[in-house]
């Protein structure tokens, strides 16, 4: 059912308001930690269905209804944990609270 | 035990041109598109002495040194280390390394898989793995329901009146399986009947199932198959955990486990269970308790030192099981006014294990030490069985290797000390046991071809000396296709008395044997495992034969005489032969599904000529399938299990007839689970024998259970019916520990 609304949703014209959106976004997460913290953050905020973090790109796929959640939020509560959400900049004190290798400062290969 | 296999790769990492080298540590994986990294890996460079531990994503960054080449050690708790010859041209390249998961002393295993279920494919052994997210499957209780979601290891009820549960594997009775705890031969002697409640599920981390004659490094009794149960290690245990279970019969269930760390090098973990059946359940209204009553109490408390030359860990059980079953008008007591059963059950236990690592890399002797006392105390009926086992147990094992990692060997000796007592109504049996041993063993790890080659002699005080070859191969054919070839001896003194206890719930007698001699068998099997991917998703199949041969067996003959069970040294044939085919495939993320089948032809000398084992079914078919939603916060799994034919013993039924049923009927048994995640709580609700399968009048003539014709040992399918549970686990992680590489 979801995904057939997802399917409609998406072939609809641009004006109307999808019900169900999914959506990517490039986060600055680093390991393995950090998919599990992002993740576990999303998929407990109303509204969103899945969150499933990509460990090679770093984008995350939501999928969310966009009656009960906007992207905005999303993006709020990504940088809220301590991540870059694409144009949204994670916040310094949750960066703080972050493990050493998930803090942006770690170097990466 | 430094077994190891690398993968080196080189990838890019340039980082300017200063002289560092770098590198990622992984751990390996079924699934070759998934690397987990391995956190707080040790690196260490032997010349030059530098040192770094790898970061949460396995990276680590080390000054190169300026007299090269140099050996690195890479080393991880519960992993095998590696070694690799650093030169010149290192400066501008990455190190990629593998690390396997190390099964054996004294190190500790870490499951770090993402399949729940998996074949250990690097592993020359046929060895499966049970991981704790496979065992939250099957959320109640103990070890004997921890096999419930497998194919290879069967669970039965031994009777209808005590509520034991054994396993059996190739369709031999679990005394032929050796159990073990963290390599310490565990569950033997006294506990072979009971012991398998005495670990609760929660405190498991993982299981390995070896199929075949084990390794010999662990001793000598693993005759069908080693089971190696890896308890949760202090330093990754939750910090808190919670689990409360009841069921529909009333039985209630309550764990605690924790674990923290105490300074830099020490680390502990406090487990502890309780459990409780107060209630008299007797839904087939036969006047006999279903489901015995009583109470259960275990704890563990265990330490780790985690030292630059050295690593020990230590440990102490406690166990106390108390049961009542038999008629409901059974009052504790009087045990001639109505038919009761009583089991007392307890042991206390400590183990400590040290190993050292020698000057020279990838040498190092590990040592084992395990002490234990126990008791038990059995009353059926008017038969009472008294039991008491002081044994310790020491093993000590030198590793090494011969010029690099592909030559490995590891030399040691081994000692038993058991002292047991046996009380039986009028039959004795007491015997002490002392048992050194050595043994060798020699490891090839090839590119497509290794090998395992060991050899064991022990000298028994009582039955001389014995002696335990084992071989095992496997050959990668190619990157999916694993062939695996075994074969190997071992041995075992019988305990007729406890490993048939439950076999005193009859009217029948009991004949002893004349004499008791150690039961030697040999095991020829092999296995051929084949990964594939079929739309995009992985998958495996897997076929595998194994053969036991005995040389000499304690029979269990309920056939040569109707009103008896008579024991006695096995005069002619014994064999079980036992195939299995399993395939598992993930269709996408989501979903996971196992199919198998077993044949099982177990046969040996009853009353006279060569026939089918009672109470094994000669066909046994399963089915698992298990879901999780995207966002990971449901997950639900069922299994179908279904058991064939079993022949039966015959019995004689009050008024003169005989049993006519020579074999059980075809059933199934059908059991499912679902689990919501909330943050640091699950819940869950489950339900065992959904089809409501129950096995009629289970007891023969129940009205009279003093009478010759009673038996509640036929028993071939559930008691009860259908069960229904519900439980919650609750638990805080342990925060990860943040580590200034010591260089």
């Known amino acids: 059912m979801i995904l057939v609304l997802a399917f409609v949703a998406n072939s609809a014209s641009a004006q109307e308001l999808k019900k169900v959106e999914e959506v990517k976004i490039q986060t600055s997460a680093k390991c393995g930690e950090c998919k599990e913290r992002i993740e576990s953050a999303l998929n407990y905020v109303k509204g969103v269905q899945f969150a499933e973090l990509n460990n090679d790109t770093k984008v995350v796929t939501i999928r969310y209804k966009t009656k009960k959640v906007t992207l905005d939020k999303i993006k709020a509560e990504i940088a809220a944990t301590g991540y870059d959400a694409d144009d949204v900049k994670a916040l310094d004190a949750a960066v703080e609270k972050l493990p050493m290798c998930c803090k942006p400062t770690h170097e990466k290969h | ?743």
Request: proline share 3%; net charge neutral.
């Open chain 2, 1 to 743: 035990m430094k077994y190891i296999i690398l993968g080196i790769a080189f990838f890019a990492c340039l980082h300017g041109a200063t002289a560092q080298l770098k590198g990622v540590v992984f751990s390996h994986s079924a699934d070759p598109n998934q690397k987990i990294p391995i956190y707080n890996a040790k690196v260490r460079l032997i010349q030059s002495g530098e040192g770094a531990y790898t970061e949460e994503d396995g990276t680590f960054e080390l000054i190169l040194p300026k007299i090269l080449p140099d050996t690195m050690v890479i080393s991880a708790i519960g992993f095998t280390s590696d070694t690799i010859i650093v030169t010149k041209k290192d400066r501008f390249a990455g190190f990629q390394i593998t690390l396997y998961s190390d099964q054996l002393l004294p190190e500790i295993v870490v499951a770090a898989k993402r399949s729940s279920h998996s074949i250990l494919r690097l592993k020359t052994l046929l060895v499966e793995n049970i991981s704790s997210d496979e065992l939250k499957k099957a959320a109640c209780c103990n070890l004997s329901e921890s096999f419930e979601t497998n194919a290879s290891v069967d669970v039965n009820i031994t009777d209808a009146v005590s509520g034991a549960k054994k396993i059996q594997m190739m369709g031999l009775d679990g005394v032929y399986t050796q159990i073990q705890f963290e390599n310490i031969p565990y569950l033997r002697g006294l506990e072979s009947s009971f012991g398998l409640n005495s670990m609760p599920g929660t405190w498991v981390e993982s299981i390995q199932i070896t199929k075949g004659t084990g390794n010999v490094v662990n001793g000598y009794e693993s005759m069908a198959g080693l089971v190696n149960i890896e308890l949760k290690k202090p330093e990754e245990m939750e910090r808190v955990f919670v689990n409360g279970y009841v069921n529909r019969f009333g039985r209630g269930e309550i764990n605690f486990n924790s674990g923290f760390r105490l300074g830099k090098k020490w680390s502990t973990g406090w487990f502890a269970h309780a459990s409780i059946v107060p209630f008299e359940v007797d839904e087939n209204k036969d006047g006999f308790r279903d489901i015995p009553n009583g109470s259960n109490l275990a704890v563990f408390n265990r330490y780790h030192y985690q030292g630059k030359k050295m690593e020990a860990q230590l440990g102490f059980n406690a166990y106390w099981d108390q049961r009542l079953g038999g008629q409901t008008s059974f009052d504790g007591t009087n045990f001639a006014s109505a038919y009761g059963v009583l089991i007392d059950s307890k042991h206390i236990d400590a183990f400590a294990k040290t190993g050292f690592f020698l000057k020279k890399p990838l040498h190092s002797i590990g040592v084992v030490y395990n002490v234990k006392y126990q008791t038990v105390n059995a009353n059926f009926g008017l038969h009472e069985f008294t039991g008491s086992e002081k044994r310790g147990y020491v093993n000590a094992i030198y590793d090494g290797i011969i010029n690099n990692s592909t030559h490995k060997f590891k030399v040691g000796m081994s000692g038993v000390y058991s002292d047991i007592e046996q009380q039986m109504d009028s039959l004795n049996n007491d015997r002490l046991e002392i048992v050194p041993g050595a043994f060798g063993e020699y490891t090839f790890s090839g590119a497509r071809l290794s090998a395992v080659v060991g050899l064991r002699g022990d000298y028994h005080n009582i039955y001389g000396f014995q002696y335990a070859p084992r071989v095992h191969l496997k050959y990668s054919f190619t990157e999916r296709l694993d062939v695996r070839a075994t074969v190997g001896k071992g041995w075992r003194v019988p305990n007729y008395m406890i490993d048939n206890i439950s076999l005193l719930a009859t009217g029948r007698s009991w004949i002893a044997p004349d004499t008791i001699s150690p039961e030697i068998s040999w095991n020829v099997g092999g296995s051929i495992s084949q990964g594939f991917k079929l739309w995009k998703n992985a998958g495996s199949i897997t076929a595998d034969y194994f053969h036991t041969r005995f040389e000499n067996q304690m029979i269990v003959d309920r056939d040569v005489n109707i009103n008896a069970i008579v024991f006695n040294s096995l005069d002619g044939t014994s064999y079980s032969n036992s195939l299995q085919v399993e395939l598992a495939y993930s269709a996408g993320k989501q979903i996971d599904v196992r199919f198998a089948y077993k044949w099982l032809d177990v046969k040996a000398m009853y009353g006279g000529i060569l026939q089918t084992k009672v109470m094994v079914p000669v066909h046994r078919g399963f089915f698992n399938i298990g879901y999780t939603t995207r966002n990971k916060r449901w997950l639900a799994d069922a299994t179908v299990s279904v058991f064939g034919e079993a022949r039966m013993p015959q019995n004689a039924l009050p008024g003169g007839g005989v049993t006519t049923d020579e074999f059980s009927p075809v059933y199934p048994m059908i059991s499912a689970q679902i689990t919501h995640v909330l943050h640091a709580w699950e819940f869950y609700l489950g339900g065992e024998n959904l089809g409501n399968f129950v096995q009629r009048d289970p007891i023969i003539d129940a009205q009279n259970p003093f009478s010759s014709t009673f038996d509640a040992t036929r028993v071939w399918a559930p008691v009860v019916g259908m069960n229904i549970y519900a439980g919650f686990r609750f638990s805080i992680k342990q925060p990860k520990r943040e580590v200034v590489p010591e260089l």
